[in-house]
């Protein structure tokens, strides 16, 4: 009885067992693809037998070619083109697949948007060709909807390739706004609100601001505009033809960023209503009607108040070019002259370098290496400008601090009047420079730290005669 028993469950766990392997023998054939799927080629070029790609679309015709090393647009000619962007569309234009079959023989087209589609045209050096027609995007967005001229099968391509083949004039266009250095630019200013709020220009490779007011720049300030206004890149195109600017703020510009150069003349770029959630700005060349968004994140200068693009200094001058100087202050004039050592290169050492203050020798060092003649100079013409004031108006009150400088090439007058009991204007050879320097507390780089340097440099000039 024991001995049935057994037999009767050996029997049982081998039965199932048997089973356990039919149903994984038969899961796993469920999972094998019952054949290797296979892919329609619809165009099948090596890119670099390619002669040219020309693309249809509701955005106008398309003539790709090649220029040299480069890929060029031929038709339209009126677009500064990305090469780049034409580059990928022919790469891409190659080598198109039918990802998946959707109807052998379609009759009625208009379903998939191919009674109305964009055509590519691929044309290879040996006269070969082919066509292709492009329609919707299908329900998912997970592609397009493409067939072969002349014949009905309706097949699905990838969203990627369908987006390069329907590349029109937005998407082949340069986003680069301007094609200039900004060494190239010889003159810029900026407007804001219909305001101008300066003007600079260069001269022999060194700029200056030519209004409001005559003077220096603040290099650090200015040179960043220059970078971003050449880098300045579209991030989007929005209306060729607008019928109203003032929808994009752009009848009444906020901002115009007024620059020139030699090839194009003088140019504005102008900004109008602000996409804060984008970080952008809607903007326009002044005589195009075309808009378009820009970056605004780059522009941080466009509300920058105007002492901070003018020189941070009164006036400054480099101590090689100097000559004599000639200070007034406190009722009594100080006479300096200066030699600096120059070899028949132009470099400078400041070894060999030779001042005199009042006829006395000023070259010499303290006990720490420093000369204190060359740090009352940089006290000088490190007196930093403090405030803008354009209306102000010096005339009929005396300088309490006057500083002639005979120069190589002529001569400069800087006088400090006084405004009131906190600032002085800033008078440079008789003419009002429309800033103003702090009277008192202002260290290193105001006045109080100019005298403190002048009493050292004097303090010093007495301990050595009496040495001697």
């Known amino acids: 009885m024991k001995f049935y028993r057994n037999a009767i469950i050996l029997v049982v766990i081998v039965a199932l067992l048997a089973g356990a392997y039919v149903l994984v023998r038969t899961n796993k054939a469920n999972r094998m693809p019952a054949e290797t799927k296979q892919y329609d080629k619809l165009t099948d070029f090596i890119s670099t037998d390619i002669e040219s790609v020309t693309l249809k679309n509701k955005s106008g015709t398309f003539v790709i070619v090649k220029k040299d090393d480069d890929w060029a647009l031929s038709e339209p000619s009126d677009i500064r083109y990305d090469s780049s962007v034409l580059s990928s569309i022919?790469?891409?234009?190659?080598?198109?697949?039918?990802?998946?079959?959707?109807?052998?023989?379609?009759?009625?087209?208009?379903?998939?948007?191919?009674?109305?589609?964009?055509i590519v045209t691929v044309k290879s050096k040996d006269g070969t060709s082919v066509t292709l027609e492009i329609g919707n995007l299908t329900p998912t967005g997970g592609g397009y909807y493409a067939k072969l001229q002349g014949k009905n099968k309706v097949y699905m391509i990838s969203n990627y390739n369908g987006d390069k083949l329907l590349s029109g004039k937005n998407e082949i266009r340069t986003k680069q706004l301007f094609d200039i250095a900004a060494d190239d630019i010889k003159k810029f200013g900026m407007n804001r609100k219909g305001q101008n709020?300066?003007?600079?220009?260069?001269?022999?490779?060194?700029?200056?601001?030519?209004?409001?007011?005559?003077?220096?720049?603040?290099?650090?300030?200015?040179?960043?505009?220059?970078?971003?206004?050449?880098?300045?890149?579209?991030?989007?195109?929005?209306?060729?033809?607008?019928?109203?600017?003032?929808?994009?703020?752009?009848?009444?510009?906020?901002?115009?960023?007024?620059?020139?150069t030699e090839a194009t003349g003088e140019m504005k770029l102008q900004m109008g209503l602000e996409l804060k959630e984008d970080?952008?700005?809607?903007?326009?060349?002044?005589?195009?009607?075309?808009?378009?968004?820009?970056?605004?994140?780059?522009?941080?200068?466009?509300?920058?108040?105007?002492k901070e693009i003018v020189g941070i200094f009164a006036y400054i001058v480099n101590i090689q070019e100097v000559k004599e100087i000639d200070l007034t202050?406190?009722?009594?004039?100080?006479?300096?002259?200066?030699?600096?050592?120059?070899?028949?290169?132009?470099?400078?050492?400041?070894?060999?370098?030779?001042?005199?203050v009042n006829g006395i020798d000023a070259s010499g060092k303290d006990e720490n290496g420093k000369q204190p003649f060359r740090k009352f100079y940089q006290a000088l013409i490190g007196i930093?400008?403090?405030?803008?004031?354009?209306?102000?108006?010096?005339?009929?009150?005396?300088?309490?601090?006057?500083?002639?400088?005979?120069?190589?090439?002529?001569?400069?007058?800087?006088?400090y009047i006084p405004k009131d009991e906190h600032f002085y204007y800033v008078v440079r050879n008789g003419e009002y420079s429309g800033v103003l320097v702090k009277r008192k507390n202002k260290g290193e780089f105001g006045v109080d730290g100019m005298k403190e340097a002048y009493d050292t440099m004097m303090k010093f000039l007495d301990e050595q005669q009496k040495q001697q």
């Open 279 to 306: 970080y952008a700005i809607y903007a326009k060349l002044d005589g195009s009607d075309e808009v378009f968004t820009i970056d605004v994140s780059q522009f941080s200068f466009l509300d920058k108040p105007l």
């Open 384 to 415: 930093s400008v403090d405030e803008i004031d354009l209306e102000g108006d010096p005339s009929g009150r005396q300088a309490e601090i006057t500083i002639d400088y005979t120069l190589k090439d002529g001569k400069m007058k800087v006088e």
């Open 197 to 260: 709020i300066f003007i600079a220009e260069k001269t022999d490779d060194t700029w200056s601001m030519a209004e409001p007011i005559k003077g220096s720049l603040n290099e650090t300030s200015f040179y960043t505009m220059l970078d971003t206004l050449v880098n300045t890149r579209v991030v989007k195109f929005v209306d060729d033809e607008p019928e109203d600017l003032s929808v994009y703020g752009l009848d009444k510009p906020a901002y115009e960023l007024i620059f020139s």
């Open 329 to 356: 202050m406190d009722g009594k004039t100080t006479h300096m002259e200066l030699d600096v050592f120059l070899d028949e290169e132009g470099n400078m050492d400041n070894d060999k370098d030779k001042f005199y």
């Open 90 to 118: 022919v790469v891409n234009s190659a080598s198109i697949v039918g990802d998946k079959v959707i109807e052998e023989n379609a009759e009625d087209l208009s379903i998939y948007g191919l009674d109305d589609p964009a």
